[in-house]
């Protein structure tokens, strides 16, 4: 066996041996095709090297070719404009020259002009002392005079210029505000209401009236101790009146008396279930009427509590007429406005309808009801520009946008159109009176008359006083009088009429 043994290691030698020389033959072989790559990368490189060379070559002179060029032009401009400067400089020496000789005719103008204002004030002064001789007036007096006759000029040409600004915004301005107000007013024609402070419930017999008083007047008592009006059982047939200045008190007496007498059962007990009842149908129909109002004009997000005092505006009144009318009528007529103006009609419409909100609220709130609607407006959440627009409504803040100055258009015209308001005949009188005393208070003016309700005035001046030019700052002057001296809806019209007659008899 030893024999197989040196055989076996015998191969493994040659093989080893064997594989060397292989492995020898083929690492020559690779570091030749090393060597071999290695000679072409150095012989690209220097190709590579070279043309980079000769590029970088054609580069340099290039860019020096087109510096050469940038130079010379360069020369070629400070040339020229070294030639101009040269030619300006030339120019100057030549003005100076002017200007000294210039000087020099001056200076002898000038003492030609001190001579000429020395002789002219010599003359003036002559002048003056043979005037005042001539006049019989004295310096100041005439000074004096002079100034009042400049002053009467400069209030001439004012009235002129006032006239002419006038007429030229009225023709700008007239075609246009009568359109919108006229198209609004036409688009909505409201309802005239009128609220008392009594309400008649009808009776089935005069039986009933000894009932509802009851035995030594208890059921009375106790119907007017719970509703707070007043009972008034007299000799009118089949009917009981419900007196009280407060309409929602009237109201829920009216639907509990109504009741009383349909179920035929009336008592202490039965008349306090009863008013009760009638109370919280009371608040059912004052929202319900806040929600309508609010459908109507088409707007939506406004908190639950502003509903419920837009719809308890339908039991308040104002020179007699109905608040939730009045808001209903100014929220119309301000989104129409605002349409015809190319405006967003919703927040006029909301402005509207919010605008009196304030005179829902109890009597001890303290405040004018413009200011307590605004701040009524913000604790609810309402923008800043319907608060703005609610506080500004009756002139107590000044308006500051667009929509409060429409919002005052609107109110004034709902208040101010015929019908809309009572007023008694001794505020009519008095208020017409003060007009005309505020007219005939201005110098010049001969009469004045108060027409149409108030809401025109016309004021006869006296011709020899006052002329055209001043005619028409008179009524300016009036007009600014009235503003600010008088509170009334709408707008006055001040009519100056000037008129020179002449009369001859014929014998």
């Not at 915004?169 to 688009?187: D, F, G």
Request: aromatic share 4%; proline share 3%.
């Amino acid at each position: 066996m030893w024999w197989l043994i040196v055989g076996g290691i015998l191969a493994i030698l040659l093989g080893y041996w064997l594989g060397r020389a292989h492995l020898a033959r083929q690492l020559a072989r690779e570091e030749r095709r090393a060597a071999e790559i290695i000679a072409a990368a150095r012989e690209e490189a220097e190709h590579l090297r070279q043309e980079a060379l000769l590029k970088g070559q054609e580069e340099l002179q290039r860019r020096h070719a087109e510096l050469e060029s940038e130079l010379k032009r360069r020369e070629e401009k400070l040339e020229l404009l070294e030639a101009r400067v040269l030619k300006r400089e030339e120019r100057l020496e030549e003005k100076g020259d002017q200007l000294e000789r210039l000087e020099g005719t001056l200076k002898e103008e000038m003492g030609r002009v001190a001579g000429l204002a020395e002789r002219g004030e010599q003359l003036l002064a002559e002048e003056q002392e043979s005037l005042e001789r001539i006049a019989g007036l004295s310096r100041e007096e005439a000074r004096e005079e002079l100034l009042h006759l400049l002053e009467s000029e400069a209030e001439r040409l004012f009235a002129k210029h006032l006239r002419r600004r006038r007429e030229q915004l009225e023709a700008k301005a007239e075609q246009e505000a009568r359109k919108i107000i006229a198209t609004a007013i036409q688009r909505y024609a409201a309802e005239e209401i009128e609220e008392t402070t009594v309400s008649s419930v009808p009776l089935p017999n005069d039986g009933y009236k000894g009932r509802i008083i009851g035995r030594e007047g208890r059921n009375i008592r106790t119907f007017e101790a719970l509703t707070g009006v007043e009972v008034l059982v007299d000799d009118t047939p089949d009917t009981v009146v419900l007196s009280s200045f407060n309409p929602i008190r009237r109201e829920i007496a009216r639907l509990a008396m109504e009741k009383l007498i349909e179920d035929g059962r009336i008592h202490p007990a039965h008349i306090k279930k009863q008013v009760e009842r009638a109370g919280q149908r009371m608040i059912e129909h004052i929202r319900e009427l806040g929600q309508k109002a609010i459908f109507e004009l088409g707007i939506d997000n406004i908190h639950p509590e502003l509903v419920m005092l837009i719809g308890r505006l339908n039991y308040r009144t104002s020179y007699g007429q109905n608040q939730l009318q009045h808001s209903l009528e100014v929220a119309h007529i301000a989104g129409m406005i605002a349409a015809e103006l190319g405006l967003d009609p919703k927040p006029a419409k909301r402005a509207g309808i919010l605008h009196d909100i304030g005179k829902a609220v109890d009597h001890k709130v303290e405040g004018s009801h413009s200011l307590i609607s605004a701040d009524l407006a913000r604790r609810y959440g309402e923008s800043e520009a319907i608060i703005h627009a609610i506080a500004a409504h009756n002139g107590e803040v000044e308006p500051q946008t667009v929509l409060a100055i429409l919002l005052q258009a609107a109110d004034a015209l709902s208040a101010a159109r015929p019908g809309a308001r009572q007023e008694t005949f001794e505020t009519y009188i008095q208020r017409l009176q003060e007009l005309e005393e505020i007219c005939t208070s201005f110098p010049g003016v001969e009469e004045a008359y108060a027409i149409q309700a108030g809401r025109e005035v016309r004021v006869i001046v006296k011709p020899a006083e006052v002329d055209d030019e001043l005619a028409a700052k008179l009524s300016y002057d009036i007009a600014r009088t009235i503003e600010e001296e008088m509170r009334y809806p709408g707008e006055i019209r001040v009519n100056v009429i000037r008129e020179t007659q002449f009369i001859q008899m014929a014998k």
